[in-house]
């Protein structure tokens, strides 16, 4: 548990269904975290719209059953950094080269292509990673004040 400035506890997991409707949710979530730690409300904005970027593409190209979760850890780095993962019990997905590769079209509908342009802005060090023993995928980023 995160402890708030007020003295109430703020949890540092929240898990979701992969569907359009609990991106906002989980947005704010990853906020809160960031304005506890003292981010700026302009910060708070860039993060907000990397995040909800990051959540959009999971919901549309990995969570595209139902029964799809979403999942996202807040941690606070010593240094007062946000560490954030993002993992999601969708299909194997790589949001970072998905952009990049024509063979992207291979897996999205209709050739779309997930934007990751506010998520590279806004956040550090972002890894993704896939995780073959529970099926998840892993986005992991570092988000500096």
């Known amino acids: 548990m ?9 949890p540092e997991i929240m898990t979701m269904p ?12 990853v906020c809160t975290h960031a304005k506890e730690i003292g981010f700026e409300e302009r910060r708070i904005d860039e993060v907000m719209k990397g995040i909800e970027e990051a959540l959009n593409n999971v919901v549309r190209f990995a969570c595209t059953d139902i029964s799809g979760e979403i ?7 010593e ?14 997905f790589n949001m970072l080269v ?3 590769f024509p063979e992207a079209g291979d897996f999205t509908a209709s ?3 997930p ?11 972002i890894e993704y ?6 099926n998840r995928n892993i986005l992991s980023c570092v988000i500096s004040q």
């Open 79 to 92: 240094m007062g950094a946000l560490l954030v993962d993002i993992l999601d019990s969708g299909r194997p």
């Open 111 to 113: 050739g779309e292509k």
């Open 18 to 29: 992969g569907v359009p409707e609990s991106v906002q949710t989980l947005v704010d979530f």
């Open 98 to 100: 998905a952009s990049t």
């Open 115 to 125: 934007s990751t342009t506010r998520m590279k802005k806004s956040m550090k060090n």
């Open 129 to 134: 990673r896939r995780d073959g023993k529970k």
């Open 2 to 10: 995160f402890r708030r400035k007020d003295g109430i506890d703020l």
């Open 71 to 77: 999942t996202v850890t807040c941690t606070v780095h």
